[in-house]
């Protein structure tokens, strides 16, 4: 992220092995679906959460817990910036195996992480992709451009859901056959999971 030094994603460091790194990509990956089968459009969130201190309260902040350095971390539940305040996006692929993005912020979020980044150096910030922690950072310089990056821990379907939302940074005008694209290979992922699904239990 520009202006932020990386942290290997928690939840997703190293490079992918085992059935249980396995189920976890199977069931956020099952999740994104559903949500695209329920409403015909993608809904995901991708929020960048400031560190913060246990003693502001349970109201105002939460733990998570990071995977390099393993440790436990408060972080503010109001986000700095939101999925609200996405103009355009980039995603490229991580050396662990997953995904990252690049993000344009509109004015909005532009100022606030210009304003965050310039009182927090050396503060870490989180971003959760629908709820998990994706990716950890440490704010090593002031944003003025409105341009962040989480450089790890998306899955293939939420990079489609986010180009079912918002055109690429430099291919703005080809948007609308992007998001016909992303739309498809979603509702073919979710019609794929709907049919390898096993049966749920007749109830007697």
Known sequence: MGGFLDFPPAGFG????????????VLAGMMVAGRLEAGGK????????????EREGESFVTQVE??????????KKVPV???RNIAGILPFSSADGSLGCTFLLDPDGA????EHTTGARDMIVVALVNGRVACAMRVDRRITDGVITVASGFLPEEVLALQALH??????????KQKKEALASLAKRAKAQKQSA???????
């Open 167 to 176: 055109p690429t940074l430099g291919k703005e005008k080809e948007f609308k």
């Open 81 to 83: 910036v939101s999925e």
């Open 198 to 204: 096993p049966d749920k239990p007749k109830a007697e």
């Open 42 to 53: 993608p809904q995901i969130s991708v929020r960048i959460h400031a560190e913060s201190h």
């Open 66 to 75: 990071l995977a390099e350095p393993k440790k436990k971390i408060h972080i």
């Open 111 to 114: 100022q606030k992480i210009e």
């Open 14 to 25: 190293g490079r992918m092995r085992g059935m249980k790194r396995w189920w976890i990509w």
